[in-house]
Structures are given as C-alpha cells and as structure tokens.
C-alpha cells in the first residue's frame, strides 16, 4: 500500500517571504504521479502542481515549485513571495499511473500567511 | 465546463434519517471517487468508481453507506441510518483515463448530523 507523510501539521510565512511545505511517501512502484492540492478556507480542493515520476525536471507553476526526489521519494513544495491568499491547508498526494488506482492523501500541513 | 457538481452544498439531519449525496462528474471523466474529510481523520477515500463499475469500495465505513454510478454522469451515496459521527465534508472528485488530467473535486457537502 501507499503512503504519504506530511509532518509539518502548521507553518507560516510572512507576505513576500518564501516557504517550504515537505512531504514523504512510500510506494514499491516506479511510475506515479504527484501533487499539491490547496484547500482555503471555502473547503474547495485546488489544485496547485503536479509532477510526473518518470521526469526528471522538477515542475514549476508560477510561484509555485517542486523538490522531487525519486530516490528519497520527498515531494516538496516551495512558494515563492508569499501572498495572504496562499493562507490555507495543503495537501500532498500520490496516485499510480493505471486506470484502476487511486489519489492517497497526505493529512495536511496549514500555512498561514502573514503580514 | 461546469466542473464537478456536487449537491446538496449543506445538509443537516436527524440521526437515523436516510441522507443521499449526489455527484455530477465532468463530461467524459470515467472515474469518480468520493472522499471524507473531518479534522480527526483528514481526507479518506470511502469508494471509486471507474466506467461506472466500483473498483475499491474498502474505504466504506459500514454497511450503513452505500454508493451507486447508474451511468457516467451521476453518482450517489445514502447514508442510512445517519448517526452524529458521519458528520464530515463529503467531496466527489473525478478524473480521466489519461493520467495527465489530475482529480477534479467538487465543492463538497457539508453533513451534519444532530
């Protein structure tokens, strides 16, 4: 079974500032895919970056950037020049590739921005 | 694309009532998974389905949740009977075959039971 470690229960960060949310997982497969959800605080699931295994580059979205480490199998995510609308909880998680499989979650690391 | 559309948005009932959550997926997503959050437990994946066959129904709490995909645009899941510790976000989110499409979620329902 797969698993998906998130051990930062809360961070923050100041506005403009950047932050680094780290996630763990643990799979005996090679091919997968990762991502970050956003969840603000209308509940709504957004999200925010993916990243195939199989790619060696790491996968940026405007602010948002990723550290992945096949080997370590570590998934972090950066933000860059922090915004009070990146306030939220944010969710790694893992699915494998395969029509049959299914999204696992990690449980959340809550960033607050600050002025 | 309306995206995924969950109904209702709120829902508060008594326990032992029957509760149905509905789920309209995105057109031509074949998979659709319906997920439990709560602050104990965060996100658990209750079921999915894949070509409206479901594929892993593992996460179901009990006998008292049921879920069904009549076709490839609807699914629910009862609740029957409610009892105060089902009270939870219940999101569907559904996805494609071609796995460079992410899980789409709906707004989720907010289920409350007294």
């Known amino acids: 079974a797969q698993t998906v470690t998130q051990s930062q229960p809360e961070m923050s960060v100041q506005e403009a500032e950047t932050v680094t949310l780290s996630c763990t997982y643990d799979?005996?497969?090679?091919?997968?895919?990762l991502f970050w959800y956003k969840q603000p605080p209308s509940r709504q699931m957004i999200l925010v970056i993916r990243?195939?295994?199989?790619?060696?580059q790491n996968a940026t979205e405007n602010r948002f950037s990723v550290n992945f480490q096949k080997a370590a199998k570590s998934f972090s995510l950066k933000i860059s020049d922090s915004q009070l609308g990146d306030t939220a909880m944010y969710f790694c998680?893992?699915?494998?590739?395969?029509?049959?499989?299914?999204?696992?979650f990690g449980t959340g690391t809550r960033l607050q921005v600050t002025l | 694309d309306a995206g995924v559309i969950q109904s209702p948005r709120h829902e508060v009932t008594e326990m032992g009532q029957e509760v149905t959550l509905r789920c309209k997926p995105i057109?031509?997503?074949?998979?659709l998974f319906w997920y439990r959050q709560t602050m104990m437990r965060g996100l658990e994946l209750l079921i999915y389905?894949?070509?409206?066959?479901?594929?892993?129904d593992s996460g179901m709490p009990e006998d008292r949740f049921s879920a069904k995909m009549p076709n490839a645009s609807f699914s629910t899941l009862k609740i029957q009977p409610s009892e105060p510790r089902d009270s939870a976000v219940y999101f569907c989110?559904?996805?494609?075959?071609?796995?460079?499409?992410?899980?789409?979620f709906g707004n989720g329902t907010r289920l409350t039971v007294t």
């Open positions: 990243q195939e295994a199989y790619k060696q």
């Open positions: 799979t005996s497969e090679s091919n997968y895919y």
């Open positions: 998680a893992f699915i494998l590739t395969g029509t049959a499989s299914k999204l696992t």
């Open positions: 989110a559904s996805g494609s075959r071609d796995r460079d499409s992410p899980l789409h």
């Open positions: 389905f894949n070509n409206n066959v479901p594929i892993d």
């Open positions: 057109s031509g997503h074949n998979s």
